[in-house]
């Protein structure tokens, strides 16, 4: 499978984006599904995932603000986020596990101004 992200853009603390990712095959079966985000000099972490049964998690930081859903139909997965931060800055990557292998889309640049 290959994961397409796209929606990142630059936004003013406060503004809303949603991201999206699109994956090349169905997902219905894939129950491991997340976003990830990597700001600059810091090591990469988790923001929410999304099983197959739409059970979802989400990191402290993001609780209340992001949202995560799928849509199989689409065979995508989209994470709406609001009330964005500055620290919310990070490249975002979206991540599927299939038979034990992590597969990683190529990432959106988020950008929050001050």
């Known amino acids: 499978v290959q994961l397409q992200a796209s929606g990142g853009g630059l936004v003013q603390a406060g503004g809303d984006l949603r991201l999206s990712c699109v994956a090349s095959?169905?997902?219905?079966?894939?129950?491991?599904m997340g976003w990830y985000r990597q700001a600059p000099g810091k090591q990469r972490e988790l923001v929410a995932t999304i099983t197959s049964g739409g059970s979802t998690n989400y990191a402290d930081s993001v609780k209340g603000r992001f949202t995560i859903s799928r849509d199989n139909a689409k065979n995508t997965v989209y994470l709406q986020m609001n009330s964005l931060k500055p620290e919310d800055t990070a490249v975002y990557y979206c991540r599927v596990k299939v038979r034990g292998v992590i597969v990683w889309g190529q990432g959106t640049l988020v950008t929050v101004s001050s």
């Open positions: 095959r169905s997902i219905l079966s894939i129950n491991d």
